[in-house]
């Protein structure tokens, strides 16, 4: 988006059917994806369909591809870092919930398993139908891509998040990503974070929960986000910490999905949880059966499948509720959904940011071909910054930093001056009820040798005078250095900034 051929985006009103001309002719493949995006979620969303069901899956992925690559190039991009927030499915649950199980019926890939908290880092997962029947595998971390495969993937995560997050059993809030491209894979992108621990283990630093919280208070906070929260059949909702942080940034639960977990372990009582809905979840439900052991991914969603069918009181829970298929298609109409109404916003946002980018970069000074007009351009920055030291420290004009209250120099110098006087006033030198007169007393009396009538010896004077400013030397000191600190700051945010 650089040079002279840079091109800006036009951001659509966000209604069904509006035209492509809407858009630049560069950008047509993503206006196809969003006029698109409402005519694919809507629909036979309630029902079940298997994730290898391809006609489906391929024109759905098709047509949200695009805009999803757009997005992800973005968060690689750390735009969100300029406040601009992009739509994010976040998995959220309590330590052992399920999490990784969900996660790897979904990807059809291992994950790390272990003791404790094996998500160390937030896991970005790039799910990719691929046509090819040999998957592609692969992370992204610190500015290096590192190929892996099925067998290897948990081992290379794990790699990977001791160079992030070191070796120990400490977290760490930079992200890794983890791309699969793998036939049959329903086209999703979810950040995996720590699972939310109270107790810290061996090995785990004091504060492991309040450094959890931030992470994922951080991912969930934003409106544009979509919680997925993990939660095992066994325990009560109410209970779980993950719904509690939920609850705090999406009280109504318009923008949180449940997946229910181990629905085989603990099947009593699960439809009536599930349809009480005690805990607000807008997105509602979905049961999963857990992987066993070593079961391939096929096997487990026939048990699955046959669990739900089968089983006294788990199949009168309804099928458009049940099931990793169900999961993966009601994800990806959450996705397109969110991405279609929030697309045309990322887009102006970016607009206004590179609008106001080009700007700052026409200020600056030409390329320069001699030292004339090096010296030039520095005399007119010199005079720039002059111009504006004038006007904040001198003339007391805010202009230029009406939001920075640190750049209004004369109010900020008048309340240390002020500061300065209250603390001569409330020193113990200017006490005058400590030791009344008892100081001036034994002065006069060592002074009365030499003395004229009605007048203070110079000598009592004097010691009076000294000791008095003794007392008071140091406030003088330390307002001289506040002052001057503050001058130095105000004149280096001067320079630093555009001339």
Known sequence: MSGSNQRFIKPSNGKRGHKSSDYEEDHLPLVSAEENLHALVIG??????????????ASFNDSIRPILDAVDQLRNLMVMKEGIQLPTIVVVGD?????????ESLAGISLPRGQGICTRVPLIMRLQHNTSLIPEIFLEFNGKTIQTDEANVADAINTATEEIAGGGKGISDAPLTLVVKKNGLPDLTMVDLPGITRVPVH??????YEQ??????QYIQPEESIILNVLPASVDFTTCESIRMSRQVDKTGQRTLAVVTKADKAPEGLLEKVTADDVNIGLG???VRNRIGDESYENARMEEANLFATHPLLSRIDKSIVGIPVLAKKLMHIQATIMAKCWPEIVGKINEKLNGNVEELNRMPKAMSSVAEFLTAFMQVIGSAKDSLRKTLVR??????PDDRNMHCVARVAEMFNQYSADLLN???????????????RILEE??????????????????LQRKVEGVSHLLFGFVEKVWAYFDNVVLSVFDAPH
Do not use: W
């Not at 330590?95 to 996660?103: A, F, M, P």
């Not at 090995?203 to 492991?208: A, C, L, V, Y």
């Not at 200017?430 to 007393?441: C, P, S, V």
């Open 44 to 57: 036979d969303e309630d029902q079940p369909t298997p994730i290898q069901s391809m006609p489906m899956m």
């Open 95 to 103: 330590q052992s919930s399920g999490k990784s199980s969900v996660l």
């Open 203 to 208: 090995g785990q630093p004091d504060n492991i």
């Open 212 to 217: 959890i919280a931030a992470i994922v208070m």
């Open 285 to 287: 439900y979905v049961c």
């Open 396 to 401: 007391g004009e805010y202009d230029e930093y």
């Open 427 to 441: 020193c113990p030198e200017g006490d005058h009820t400590r030791n009344f007169l008892m100081d001036e007393i």
């Open 447 to 464: 002074a009365k040798a030499i003395e004229l009538p009605n007048f203070l010896p110079r000598l009592a004077f004097l010691s009076l």
